[in-house]
T-cell receptor, first 115, second 113 residues
Framework: NAGVMQNPRHLVRRRGQEARLRCSPMKGHSHVYWYRQLPEEGLKFMVYLQKENIIDESGMPKERFSAEFPKEGPSILRIQQVVRGDSAAYFC?????????????FGPGTRLTVL | AQSVTQLGSHVSVSEGALVLLRCNYSSSVPPYLFWYVQYPNQGLQLLLKYTSAATLVKGINGFEAEFKKSETSFHLTKPSAHMSDAAEYFCAVSSDNNNDMRFGAGTRLTVKP
């Protein structure tokens, strides 16, 4: 059973460009979470999605950031008009519905660098 | 709201010495507690988890943690540190009422030869 997959692993963008980060959850998992890790900091929750629904986006910046988890295909975290402060590692995690303890399995992350 | 606090952003021990990484939680409902490890440029790997069964939880790589409700703590320990234990360690909390997980700021463990 393949783990959580994220691509690209590294992404370089210039200021003002768009960044698209993709996450494929583990097989059988329908819950996806996105976290951001700034250099020398811990993980900050951004958004929690189930298939076709955003459940909790309390950690998402109000502007430029959006996330989706369509019925088919990976979850996408989209950052429009990137700025240098968006440079960070973005981690995706997934969990199975009805799973006790809500254990989350993490992908390897996408490291975004904004020039 | 749930949260965890990790005391000490950096911990340094000698090889063979006891490892103690501290985590205190805040939760108004019975919590689920986790310790994750992150090696450089990698994702998070689950070390162990507490899910309201035994209060002493054993994980991978010789780590264990004890849930102490009276102290709202879930400290991570290992009797004898190895060089390969050098990494960032994160404590996290969730519950039946919340599907998202809240992480501490992390503790960077350094192991000296």
């Amino acid at each position: 059973n393949a783990g959580v997959m994220q691509n690209p692993r590294h992404l370089v963008r210039r200021r003002g460009q768009e960044a698209r980060l993709r996450c494929s959850p583990m097989k059988g998992h329908s819950h996806v979470y996105w976290y951001r890790q700034l250099p020398e900091e811990g993980l900050k929750f951004m958004v929690y999605l189930q298939k076709e629904n955003i459940i909790d986006e309390s950690g998402m910046p109000k502007e430029r950031f959006s996330a989706e988890f369509p019925k088919e295909g990976p979850s996408i975290l989209r950052i429009q008009q990137v700025v240098r402060g968006d440079s960070a590692a973005y981690f995706c995690a997934s969990s199975a519905p009805g799973q006790r303890s809500n254990e989350q399995f993490f992908g390897p992350g996408t490291r975004l660098t904004v020039l | 709201a749930q949260s965890v606090t990790q005391l000490g952003s950096h911990v340094s021990v000698s090889e063979g010495a006891l490892v103690l990484l501290r985590c205190n939680y805040s939760s108004s409902v019975p919590p689920y507690l986790f310790w994750y490890v992150q090696y450089p440029n990698q994702g998070l790997q689950l070390l162990l988890k507490y899910t309201s069964a035994a209060t002493l939880v054993k994980g991978i790589n010789g780590f264990e943690a004890e849930f102490k409700k009276s102290e709202t703590s879930f400290h991570l320990t290992k009797p004898s540190a190895h060089m390969s234990d050098a990494a960032e360690y994160f404590c996290a909390v969730s519950s039946d009422n919340n599907n998202d997980m809240r992480f501490g700021a992390g503790t960077r463990l350094t192991v000296k030869p």
